[in-house]
């Protein structure tokens, strides 16, 4: 019978006898609300459990890989081992991550759109607080989800402990989201502008992308060769971004005095005035302002990095929601105290600069630029190191190709295969598509898909609220029922939004596509990795006449890898 775990250190992190071991299938684990583990019931509970048939997990029957002793986790059918020289992650880099993510261009462009969809101040406003609750909620959910499992991988983690049949199924389906999605492409080709605008240099198609790819091979190389350096960087990017919005905010208070270069705007005057009837517009401003607050689960990706994870975890998550949140609101009130009404609604992607002109003087622009551009690579940089670390745990979960490339720490204890494979596919996305419509419809096709994959997440966490007992599922932290299904709902009004008609030609975000493409493109991503699925884990072992047997095993860098052994159905037979 399987060992428990031994109870959690002082420093947060367990420890395991070294040797390898099989562990038999067992009932679903039950969740320690006082340690990070999750301990498995004794075998007598369950001899042959529904949710974990058909896998055996241990030493690879080969016994050519080593042993180590590392922290160790262990849930559903499945034993997960960190090494501890991994931890570099403590509180205020975990608190960056998400700070980051969340900050990137956004803030400094967004506020121009959300007015003059909404056609007031008071409802521009109201919607923002709508987008931080949203946000509030979506944080409480991986919250939950996070310290019940924590180690890295963040939702493919959380669907594949809910949603277990058929079999690997929710694995492929969110391989292809991974694999295929560059996030970091679109805040480098944003630093490549705003940097040509600091410089006074004109922007073209080539230049712009020339300074995005130095951009993310930077963040690339960092992340990759340097750990330590990466993160530190990270943290003083966050910095940075922090003491530039808190420069809008403290100028928005002498605005408000009346210190402007300018007529003072009175915007708060009649705030409701003018609000718009158009359907169309509030769900689009509400939209994007969510798609403002999306991060707040990025430091999920890289719990098992972190220094005592669910303690990290339960305080960097609501400092980063938090303080974002405030500095959000302050900053649109700043805007709104120093740029007139027409010209806010109008000045789309320079309406900071807009308020730093108004405010500081013409020659305030270009230093405006700059400052934008650090933080959208400050976004790039946590962006691409999430990214790289989901994809590590698919190669450590066996189900990619050249899996053993992909899972690999090597050479300088960094997933640099994962963090290569963002790399080249946000590069791809970002100087293969021409200006334009064809550019436009990349960058919306990487964002979509998250909503679907957050329904699910609700989802699932709502399904183990309703059959808790079933699940043994007691983490440390609950966000509660009526939160979850504000959530689940939320990002089902984020799938289905996009596909309300624009009123007008010219509300249409695409000159000559269909404003419905992105929504489609971005389903069949997901639906790619099924098809994959449905390849790799049904037809090949239906014309080859085997099935596929999980196995895990601890590799020499003290993290523990999964590999997949085709074996002969009349072998399965005699065995079963």
């Known amino acids: 019978m399987a060992q428990r775990p031994r109870s959690r250190n002082p420093d947060g992190r367990g420890r395991r006898p070294s040797g390898l071991r099989i ?70 880099s975990a608190v960056f991550l998400i700070f980051n993510r969340m900050i990137g261009t956004g803030i400094f462009t967004t506020p121009s759109s959300i007015l003059l969809l909404s056609g007031s101040v008071g409802l521009a406003l109201f919607i923002w607080v709508a987008g931080m609750l949203i946000a509030a909620a979506g944080m409480a959910v991986y919250l939950e989800f996070g310290t019940g499992l924590p180690r890295n991988g963040g939702e493919k983690n959380y669907l594949e402990y809910v949603f ?121 401003a509400l939209y994007n302002v969510i798609w403002s607050y999306i991060g707040y689960s990025n430091a999920n990706y890289a719990m098992s990095e972190m220094k005592d994870p669910v303690r990290t975890i339960k305080r960097a998550a609501p400092i980063a929601i938090i303080c974002v949140g405030i500095m959000y609101m302050l900053a649109n009130i700043a805007y709104l105290a120093a740029v007139p009404h027409e010209e806010f609604a109008n000045s789309g992607r320079i309406l900071a600069a807009s308020f730093f002109r108004n405010v500081f003087g013409p020659s305030a622009e270009r230093a405006l630029s700059v400052f934008v551009a650090l933080s959208a690579f400050g976004n790039v940089m946590s962006v691409i190191f999430s990214q790289g670390r989901l994809v590590q745990e698919l190669g450590r979960e066996g189900i990619l190709p050249w899996s053993n490339f992909f899972a690999s720490n090597k050479p300088f204890d960094a997933p640099f295969a994962g963090l290569f494979e963002h790399w080249i596919v946000s590069v791809i996305i970002m100087l293969a598509p021409p200006p334009g419509d064809a550019y436009n419809f990349i960058l ?71 404003y419905w493409l992105h929504c489609v493109v971005g389903t069949g991503i997901i639906l790619a990795g099924g098809v994959y699925w449905l390849i790799w884990a049904k037809l090949l072992p239906w014309l080859g006449g085997y099935t596929l047997k999980k196995e895990t095993f601890i590799s020499s860098d003290g993290w523990s890898r999964s590999v997949f052994v085709k074996e002969k159905k009349a072998q399965s037979a005699l065995k079963a």
């Open 164 to 284: 277990t049949r058929p079999k690997f199924l929710t694995t492929g389906f969110y391989t292809g989201y991974v694999m295929l999605l560059g996030w970091a492409g679109s805040n480098s080709v944003a630093f490549g502008e705003y940097i040509l605008h600091a410089a006074n240099v004109e922007v073209n198609r080539w230049n712009q992308r020339g300074i995005g790819l130095a951009c993310i091979t930077a963040a690339f190389l960092i992340h990759g060769l340097a750990l330590k350096w990466g993160l530190r960087l990270q943290n003083l990017l966050g910095v940075i971004k922090l003491v530039i919005l808190l420069i809008i905010i403290f100028a928005g208070f002498a605005a408000l005095g009346g210190h402007l270069r300018v007529e003072k705007p009175h915007n708060f005057d009649n705030a409701f005035s003018g609000t718009t009837g158009s359907a169309y517009g509030v769900v689009t």
């Open 23 to 92: 562990k038999l299938s067992l009932a679903r684990p039950s969740v320690c609300a006082e340690c990070y583990h999750v301990l498995t019931p004794p075998a007598t509970m369950s001899t042959s459990s529904k949710k974990d048939e058909g896998e055996r997990i241990g030493a690879s029957s080969s016994g050519e890989y080593p042993a180590s002793q590392v922290g160790s986790l262990e849930y559903g059918d499945s034993i997960y081992q960190t090494s501890d020289s991994r931890r570099q992650i403590g509180l205020v």
């Open 444 to 514: 919306n096709v990487i964002s979509y898909p998250l909503a679907i994959i957050n329904v699910f997440v609700a989802g699932g966490l709502i399904h183990l609220y309703l059959h808790r007992d079933a699940y043994n599922w007691h983490p440390p932290t609950r966000a509660t029922l009526p939160v979850a299904i504000f959530f689940l709902l939320s990002n089902i009004y984020l799938v289905v939004a996009p596909y309300v008609p624009p009123e007008t030609p010219d509300q249409n975000i695409y000159e000559n596509l269909p």
